[in-house]
């Protein structure tokens, strides 16, 4: 791994720490005035964390410009609370970090939930993931949307950034998170230009709709892959990224009563298919509930990192591609397998998923915003599946 993505988040911890709120921290082209910290390059992440910590508590105020002389290698990085703040730190001006915000009430609290947060959503470039990488953005948020359809990810990165006036919001990252070494070169990414991560949303996902007795394995296992493995595979390397990022935020909430850590959270779009099984559509139900059998324990283990973990379970999107597209949706796909007695037409199909919703509707890209936001504000609360379903599936 590249020193300055193994670094940067203990800096960004380190500084969200004593400010209370999320920045960006990006590596300076060369190195500036600013508060310098000298280590060997043996340490490892909690001394590491602690040194840091300790050097950015000790400066007269919270530092803008942070060097690194890691075993002789010089490695400065410059903070703010967003691009276009480094822009004028980059430019010779300067930025002070306004002090650590007080109690607010929750009106407050949520109007600034996703302001500045540095996010990143998989299979972000389309579908529920584009309408969550919108509302995210909406929020002051600073997306990167990861899809293996990096050119759909790149103009939509473009389109953001461009009704944004200009303004960096969307970066456009490529990842097949079926593939480990793809999924920690994407974090390393992430960590090289934002300098961490506040929000995973592990959205991408795949399904093969067919009976058991004549699906091919071969596709129950690709469904399993991508929807249960690589899950796992993005919690690993987001919470790897994450607990560096914490090490520094605990060190300094340790050592100073002002200072708290930072929690993170990582949430996977499951669906309403995860909490009851689903006909003719096993690879995708069993994945989807051995999804949250996996929010469950990564809950538990990652909790001591300051990292929350939970599911929003979706109803119905019956507007996206996943089940209208003309030829590889659900309607089509079940259509054709017979899974509606007496259907004719997608339309048929349509009308009678929809009748089963209480509210009768589709669920949409707003509704699970909120379910996101919901997680996010709420610090108490991890291992959860939360249902958007229009009352089409009620915990007991």
């Not at 929010?295 to 939970?310: H, P, R, T, W």
Request: glycine share 12%; proline share 4%; net charge negative.
């Amino acid at each position: 791994m590249d020193k300055a993505a193994f670094y940067a988040p203990l800096v960004r911890g380190a500084i969200i720490a004593r400010l209370g709120r999320p920045c960006v921290v990006v590596r300076a082209q060369e190195a500036l005035d600013g508060t310098v910290v000298t280590l060997s390059g043996a340490e490892d992440e909690k001394d590491a964390a602690a040194l840091i910590t300790r050097a950015v508590a000790g400066a007269e105020k919270v530092p803008c410009r942070v060097t690194l002389n890691v075993g002789g290698e010089t490695i400065p990085f410059m903070a703010g609370e967003d691009f276009s703040a480094v822009a004028l730190l980059e430019g010779g001006g300067s930025v002070d970090f306004p002090s650590t915000v007080g109690v607010e009430n929750i009106v407050n609290v949520r109007a600034r939930t996703m302001r500045n947060r540095v996010c990143l959503v998989t299979g972000g470039a389309q579908g529920f993931g584009e309408e969550i990488v919108r509302g995210l953005c909406e929020g002051g948020a600073i997306v990167f949307i990861a899809d293996l359809n990096l050119a759909g990810a790149q103009a939509l990165a473009e389109k953001l950034n461009g009704e944004h006036g200009g303004k960096t919001v969307a970066f456009a990252v490529e990842v097949n998170v079926g593939d480990e070494a793809s999924v920690a070169a994407m974090f390393e990414k992430v960590a090289l230009t934002t300098g961490g991560l506040d929000l995973c949303v592990s959205n991408a996902g795949v399904l093969r709709a067919q009976p058991i007795l004549e699906q091919d394995i071969g596709a129950f296992a690709f469904v399993t892959g991508i929807n249960y493995t690589g899950f796992a595979i993005i919690t690993k390397h987001a919470g790897l990224l994450m607990r560096r990022q914490f090490l520094a935020a605990d060190a300094a909430a340790s050592a100073d009563a002002a200072a708290s850590p930072w929690p993170t959270d990582i949430i996977q779009i499951n669906s309403k298919s995860g909490l009851e099984g689903s006909n003719k559509n096993g690879a995708y139900a069993g994945s989807k509930f051995g999804g949250i059998g996996l929010v469950q324990s990564f809950a538990k283990e990652l909790v001591d990192y300051g990292i929350k973990v939970n599911a929003v379970c979706p109803g119905n999107f019956f507007d996206g591609p996943l089940w209208s597209d003309p030829e590889k949706g659900l309607f089509a796909q079940y259509l054709r397998t017979g899974k509606v007695p007496g259907a004719k037409t997608v339309a048929d199909v349509k009308a009678f998923y929809e009748a089963k919703v209480p509210m009768g509707r589709g669920c949409c890209g707003p509704d699970v915003l909120r379910a996101i936001y919901y997680l996010v504000e709420q610090v108490y609360e991890t291992g959860q599946a939360l249902p958007v379903t229009g009352g089409q599936v009620m915990l007991s």
